[in-house]
């Protein structure tokens, strides 16, 4: 886990702090530094053939399912060999070999989508189940509580797993909600709505696990809401100034890292020789994937063309 | 005085109608703290307070709907896509009820439902579409696209005083590319007037949003061997003029038409079915469309500007007719 979380921070910042700022990537670009528990946690145990429908701040399950840094950062920069081939960018991005639901800009989209993977699960008696990924500020969406509905009426087993980092761009969750909790909307659906410390990543595994055998069980749906901080602005051009400086402080004293590190070195799990190692192997691995990914090429422009319907 | 933005142009159009008219209010996320994405709004919130720049949850039908409401109670609401792609969203909202209520009992939905559009900028293909086309074939609505400062301005102002539901697309790529000096004194840019960009006699090219800037621009190419292009910007899409396009069609017998939107069922088809029909005896060419191709908007950029007009694709296409 701790492997995911420092993967997935390394490569982040080098999309956001470097490759951004350097113009090798250019339009949007939105990481999910401090909110790594939620994604690591939440897919540790799953198994290979249970999709996940992402959101905007789930890098790391590309890398648990097995993407590589190298098709990830291609991806960023626009080039052939990234996961959608220079069509789409950033994190706009999905493969249904490795069972990843593209991310769909038009937030909340994806509960409903999440609802007709599980379903068709259940129709032909596979044991899968779909963990949905999304946000406080998606749950607004009309699709959001369409979805959630139709899958608790169909049995659909889903997990939806919220990232409550309590900022929807520059709107607090107090402007979009007149509920405490996320997951105080998931009784009106019919499912269980369990709240956890989104930046304790055990507490996260846990709870989703409690939820994806629920739904293997043929319990149906459930829904976790990981209580986090988005510690950057909505994305790399944002400085985030309408943020108190205070939050920031606060949540940075409970980085899920730093967090897992002292919890593993108390328990004699982790000594600073293997955090030593981990640290460097992930710093060259993201090395290695930047060198070769700026190598890769540009799709043509006539590739432009091609993809919009089967082609065989 | 300095120039304005086309960006700056629209927040003035905005305010200038706040000031006069109390029924006006803007609604949309993170258009009152943030002062909105593309900064439209920056600066409304301090000047109008909370109870006329209203920051909503992330629920783009349920803006329109609620600015639907309000309107047909006599308010006259101004709602922010974030980006007009995520209008998609709103698109029952806007497309049954809002278009219609007049027609059926004779409510007026005066709202504009406003954002930024186009390309050009590698958002993507969810933060770069031209969705107009959805709202031109649904009767009731008015849609408009401002290329220059001048218009924004004073077609929002329009838009907003209009009794009518409009659909105001603007143009990202242009926010704070175009500049120009701007009248000190109240002016408005009545719907449905399209403007001669640049009087030729030749082929006329009939464009709007972002492409007149590279119509002028091909045409400026042009001019040094000798072919003269008339640039007529349609502002407005529904209604549109069909006046100044078929006056000037029957001046320079020739005719592009451009636009950035995607080629099948663009508005080029539209226009080319009216040249035909009322002005084909006056055509000394083939109609000739340069559109954006069949596909969504591509990211990498190699592939975005192949999917864009160019000007060069304006200066091949105005040669051949020329020697047609
Ligand atoms: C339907 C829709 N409207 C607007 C947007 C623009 N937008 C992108 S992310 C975002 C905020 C999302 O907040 P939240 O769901 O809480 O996720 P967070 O970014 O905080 O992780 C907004 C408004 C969008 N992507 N989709």
């Given at each position: 886990m701790?492997?995911?979380?420092k993967l997935t921070r390394e490569l982040e910042d080098r999309i956001e702090r470097k490759l951004y700022r350097q113009g090798k990537i250019l339009g949007g670009v939105y990481v999910g530094r401090g909110q790594e528990a939620i994604t690591v946690g939440a897919c540790m145990d799953l198994d290979g053939n249970d999709a996940i429908c992402v959101s905007h701040r789930d890098m790391a399950a590309f890398l648990m399912r097995g993407v590589t840094p190298r098709q990830i950062l291609a991806q960023y920069m626009g080039r052939k060999t990234g996961l959608t081939r220079g069509k789409d960018g950033n994190m706009h991005m999905g493969s249904l070999d490795h069972n990843l639901i593209a991310f769909i800009s038009m937030l909340g989209d994806s509960i409903p989508i999440a609802a007709g993977v599980g379903l068709s699960y259940r129709l032909r008696g596979m044991k899968q189940v779909t963990?949905?990924?999304?946000?406080?500020?998606?749950?607004?969406?009309?699709?959001?509580?369409?979805?959630?509905?139709?899958a608790s009426v169909l049995k659909c087993p889903v997990v939806y797993v919220c990232n409550n980092n309590q900022y929807a761009y520059s709107t607090p969750l107090e402007q979009q909600m007149a509920v405490e909790n996320v997951a105080d909307r998931a009784s009106a659906y019919g499912m269980p709505g369990d709240i956890v410390d989104g930046n304790d990543v055990v507490a996260v595994w846990q709870a989703v696990n409690r939820a994806v055998e629920r739904a293997r069980g043929g319990g149906g749906p459930s829904m976790v809401e990981c209580k986090s901080f988005r510690m950057t602005g909505h994305s790399a051009h944002d400085d985030a100034r309408y943020v108190p400086k205070e939050l920031f402080e606060y949540w940075e004293k409970r980085d899920p890292i730093t967090r897992l590190e002292t919890s593993m070195r108390d328990l004699g799990d982790l000594t600073e020789n293997k955090l030593a190692e981990m640290n460097g192997r992930v710093v060259a691995e993201v090395d290695e994937a930047v060198e070769l990914a700026d190598n890769d090429p540009y799709p043509d422009p006539e590739d432009c063309l091609t993809g919009v319907y089967f082609e065989g | 005085?300095?120039?304005?933005t086309y960006v700056e142009a629209i927040r003035e159009g905005i305010r200038e109608e706040m000031s006069t008219d109390e029924r006006v209010f803007v609604l949309g996320e993170d258009v009152a703290v943030y002062g909105g994405a593309f900064k439209v709004t920056a600066g409304m919130l301090e000047e109008f307070g909370e109870n006329r720049v209203i920051d909503t949850p992330i629920s783009e039908s349920g803006i329109v709907a609620t600015a639907i409401g309000a309107a047909m109670m006599g308010m006259r609401p101004v709602a922010e896509m974030q980006f007009a792609d995520f209008i998609s969203c709103a698109f029952d909202q806007i497309t049954?009820?809002?278009?219609?209520?007049?027609?059926?009992?004779?409510?007026g939905v005066p709202i504009v439902v406003r954002g930024p559009s186009g390309g050009g900028i590698h958002g993507g293909p969810f933060h770069s579409q031209n969705p107009e086309m959805y709202f031109v074939h649904t009767p009731g609505l008015k849609v408009v696209c401002p290329a220059t400062a001048y218009d924004a301005k004073g077609l929002i102002k329009a838009a907003i005083r209009d009794p009518d539901p409009v659909i105001f697309f603007e143009h990202k790529f242009l926010y704070r590319r175009v500049k120009e000096e701007l009248p000190g004194a109240d002016y408005v840019v009545p719907l449905g007037e399209a403007e001669v960009r640049r009087a030729g006699s030749d082929i006329s090219v009939i464009t709007y949003g972002a492409m007149v800037f590279r119509a002028l621009d091909a045409a400026k190419e042009l001019e040094r061997e000798g072919i003269d292009l008339e640039v007529i910007d349609l502002r407005s899409l529904l209604p549109w003029d069909r006046h100044t396009v078929l006056e000037s069609v029957k001046k320079t017998n020739k005719v592009i038409l451009l636009h950035e939107a995607t080629r099948t069922g663009g508005f080029a088809g539209e226009l080319a079915a009216v040249i035909a029909e009322e002005a084909f005896e006056h055509l000394d060419?083939?109609?000739?469309?340069i559109t954006a191709p069949d596909t969504p908007v591509p990211y990498s950029p190699p592939m975005e500007e192949f999917f864009l007009p160019q000007v060069s694709d304006v200066v091949r296409v105005a040669r051949e007719l020329n020697d047609y």
């Amino acid at each position: 886990m701790l492997y995911y979380m420092k993967l997935t921070r390394e490569l982040e910042d080098r999309i956001e702090r470097k490759l951004y700022r350097q113009g090798k990537i250019l339009g949007g670009v939105y990481v999910g530094r401090g909110q790594e528990a939620i994604t690591v946690g939440a897919c540790m145990d799953l198994d290979g053939n249970d999709a996940i429908c992402v959101s905007h701040r789930d890098m790391a399950a590309f890398l648990m399912r097995g993407v590589t840094p190298r098709q990830i950062l291609a991806q960023y920069m626009g080039r052939k060999t990234g996961l959608t081939r220079g069509k789409d960018g950033n994190m706009h991005m999905g493969s249904l070999d490795h069972n990843l639901i593209a991310f769909i800009s038009m937030l909340g989209d994806s509960i409903p989508i999440a609802a007709g993977v599980g379903l068709s699960y259940r129709l032909r008696g596979m044991k899968q189940v779909t963990v949905c990924f999304f946000g406080d500020g998606a749950s607004s969406r009309g699709d959001w509580h369409e979805g959630l509905n139709m899958a608790s009426v169909l049995k659909c087993p889903v997990v939806y797993v919220c990232n409550n980092n309590q900022y929807a761009y520059s709107t607090p969750l107090e402007q979009q909600m007149a509920v405490e909790n996320v997951a105080d909307r998931a009784s009106a659906y019919g499912m269980p709505g369990d709240i956890v410390d989104g930046n304790d990543v055990v507490a996260v595994w846990q709870a989703v696990n409690r939820a994806v055998e629920r739904a293997r069980g043929g319990g149906g749906p459930s829904m976790v809401e990981c209580k986090s901080f988005r510690m950057t602005g909505h994305s790399a051009h944002d400085d985030a100034r309408y943020v108190p400086k205070e939050l920031f402080e606060y949540w940075e004293k409970r980085d899920p890292i730093t967090r897992l590190e002292t919890s593993m070195r108390d328990l004699g799990d982790l000594t600073e020789n293997k955090l030593a190692e981990m640290n460097g192997r992930v710093v060259a691995e993201v090395d290695e994937a930047v060198e070769l990914a700026d190598n890769d090429p540009y799709p043509d422009p006539e590739d432009c063309l091609t993809g919009v319907y089967f082609e065989g | 005085m300095g120039l304005t933005t086309y960006v700056e142009a629209i927040r003035e159009g905005i305010r200038e109608e706040m000031s006069t008219d109390e029924r006006v209010f803007v609604l949309g996320e993170d258009v009152a703290v943030y002062g909105g994405a593309f900064k439209v709004t920056a600066g409304m919130l301090e000047e109008f307070g909370e109870n006329r720049v209203i920051d909503t949850p992330i629920s783009e039908s349920g803006i329109v709907a609620t600015a639907i409401g309000a309107a047909m109670m006599g308010m006259r609401p101004v709602a922010e896509m974030q980006f007009a792609d995520f209008i998609s969203c709103a698109f029952d909202q806007i497309t049954n009820f809002a278009a219609k209520c007049r027609y059926r009992w004779g409510a007026g939905v005066p709202i504009v439902v406003r954002g930024p559009s186009g390309g050009g900028i590698h958002g993507g293909p969810f933060h770069s579409q031209n969705p107009e086309m959805y709202f031109v074939h649904t009767p009731g609505l008015k849609v408009v696209c401002p290329a220059t400062a001048y218009d924004a301005k004073g077609l929002i102002k329009a838009a907003i005083r209009d009794p009518d539901p409009v659909i105001f697309f603007e143009h990202k790529f242009l926010y704070r590319r175009v500049k120009e000096e701007l009248p000190g004194a109240d002016y408005v840019v009545p719907l449905g007037e399209a403007e001669v960009r640049r009087a030729g006699s030749d082929i006329s090219v009939i464009t709007y949003g972002a492409m007149v800037f590279r119509a002028l621009d091909a045409a400026k190419e042009l001019e040094r061997e000798g072919i003269d292009l008339e640039v007529i910007d349609l502002r407005s899409l529904l209604p549109w003029d069909r006046h100044t396009v078929l006056e000037s069609v029957k001046k320079t017998n020739k005719v592009i038409l451009l636009h950035e939107a995607t080629r099948t069922g663009g508005f080029a088809g539209e226009l080319a079915a009216v040249i035909a029909e009322e002005a084909f005896e006056h055509l000394d060419g083939p109609i000739r469309r340069i559109t954006a191709p069949d596909t969504p908007v591509p990211y990498s950029p190699p592939m975005e500007e192949f999917f864009l007009p160019q000007v060069s694709d304006v200066v091949r296409v105005a040669r051949e007719l020329n020697d047609y």
